[in-house]
């Protein structure tokens, strides 16, 4: 309002997630709707936060729980914003890389296994690359199902689990992903849904990247968050399994049974 922006305005938001997510939000309901960009600033926003369209803040304990699904017009990419990004939040990114090239397939994770030291130098040539596959992976599946209603919960692969370590601890959005990946491919093993290598997988990533596999935190508070997560119907959660590089599967699990599991 102070800058006096009317309805053929345009608010473009250059920063890190939280800076998108607050003025996709802001843009879609300031007079009903003024059109939006973005100009993410860390890894995690030019490879995830920024693409998708959806635009939500917390509220009380609860992640995301007030937004809308607006897509912005335009997402501009400057790489070298990401010299001056803290080597945490570089990590964070990481994790959210991880997960899209788990979802993607072989020849993704194979490009981050190869070229892991460069990734973490981060070399411009190859940081590019893999921004761009990443971004790629997401707009595919978000193209597919913009509103959620099957493919696109794909995306919440380590999420569950990771928005409850992550309101449970200090760990990092990243860190708590990566801790919610591993969890999840030893929760798939358990139930014989996929072979150990897929946890030898996502592990081996996660500690190229410096990325922690466990928490210590216990089941309860674990649960006790999962009870409000969104994702939840009643008395069960979708929750998604990672059979093998590019193939996950949605899969409703009981809150008990997700409990002894998790135990
Ligand atoms: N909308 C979505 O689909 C989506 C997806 C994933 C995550 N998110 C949200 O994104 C947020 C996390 O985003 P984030 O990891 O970018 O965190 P962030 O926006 O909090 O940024 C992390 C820190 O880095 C600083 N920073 C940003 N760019 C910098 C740069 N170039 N150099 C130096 N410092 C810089 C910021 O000031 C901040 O202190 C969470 O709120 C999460 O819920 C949204």
Known sequence: MDSGIDRKGSIIGIGGGVVCDITGFAASIYLRGVSFGFLPSTLLAMCDAAIGGKNGVNFQSAKNVIGVINQPQFIGYHYPFLDTLPQEEYTNGMAEVIKHAFLDGLKFIDYLKENYVLIKSRDMLVLEKMITWSHQVKSKIVEKDEMEQGERKKLNLGH???HAIEVNSNLSHGQSVSIGMHMAAKIAHQKKLCAIETCRIIEEL???????????ISSKPIMDSIVYDKKRKSGEIDFVIPIAPGKVEILAIPLEELEDLIK
């Open 160 to 162: 569950t689990l990771g």
């Open 206 to 216: 996660c500690k190229l990247f410096d990325l922690p596999l466990d928490s210590g």
